[in-house]
């Protein structure tokens, strides 16, 4: 081969080389995902807020849902004199499900303006086996005021109870100082739960222009759009004039199903056989679905005549139509399903 043979081949070569090495490293670049920051936002309190000595609050904030877990640690700042005060500490924090802390103010707290400040280490082997340290504060100042400032104070339901809709429940609330005893207040459902996404609160009005006379009763669910649907709620009681005067549940309460909607959500149901049908001395396998995943079983004729879990089996020695039945929690009341099963011969 002569020299010009050669020349052409080695700048062919490289060439290919320079092609091959920069495809490498686009894909690099464009293909292989790189890791991203983790981040944390603080949405509650964000500023604007007043929040009462001796009542519960929600400290909320926000971190991607695909990072690992970690520690945080929420700290109190005084806006005057920047005193940081650590609220809590090590506070283990699962991503996929934890996005707040609730927070009780203690009396020893002076009333003035405040903003959170929470500081977060992600725990992040795909992030290149570093720990990162993330943190962020309040936009805004928040005010913490003495117990009694607001005039409308919301009695019952207060968090923890637990109404069933259809019935009939009284909503208690108190007012003071320039809410009149004349005055109209409206009367309305908070779902604020999805603590993760300060855009989800859901507002529902139960009535308008009520006459403050502390109380009204309420068909639980009722409202004048609809049915609201289970879950867990605050409410909210304020003047009809200016509803930015108003008292809220100090904790969320629960409104769960009728006794019988709640029953439509146990069903059993015959899960081998042919048309209902199973041969004496087989085994006869039933599911159930609904409740709260705990389930007891009662076969009198079949063997076993008990059991617990998802499904249960026995096996029936004699012909004949057979009753299995099923009992579960649904939304805190038992209730019970059945299934029957035709045993016939081969």
Known sequence: MNQKGISSIVIILIIVGVLVVGGGVWYWQNQIKQPTTPSITVIS????????????????????????GGTMTISLIQSDTK??????????????TNYSVNWTIPDNISPGSYTISAVALINAPS???????????????????VAGTFPITVLSPNGGETWQIGTTQTIRWTTAGSISKNALVDIYLVDDTCSHDEKCMVVI????????????????????GGTVGVGQYKIRVASADNNSIFGSSDALFSIVASKDDAANYLTCTLSNGTGGNIL????????????????????PHGSPSSGTGHQFSTVYSTTGLFTVTVTSEVFSSVFSSTCNV???AP
Do not use: C, M, Q
């Open 205 to 224: 009005y139960i009535t308008r222009g009520a006459p403050n006379t502390g109380s009204f009763n309420w068909t639980v669910g009722n409202y004048p």
């Open 280 to 299: 004496i001395n087989s085994p006869a396998t039933f599911s159930a679905s609904g409740g709260k995943g705990f389930y007891n079983w009662s076969a």
């Open 342 to 344: 035709s045993v016939i």
């Open 45 to 68: 309190p964000n500023g604007r807020e007043e929040w009462e000595i001796g009542k519960k609050h929600d400290i909320k904030w926000r971190i991607p849902a695909d990072l690992p």
């Open 83 to 96: 005193k940081e005060s650590v609220l809590f500490s090590d506070l283990a924090i699962d991503i996929s």
């Open 127 to 145: 992030l290149k086996g570093k720990v990162y340290k993330i943190s962020d504060v309040s936009d805004a100042p928040f005010s913490i005021v």
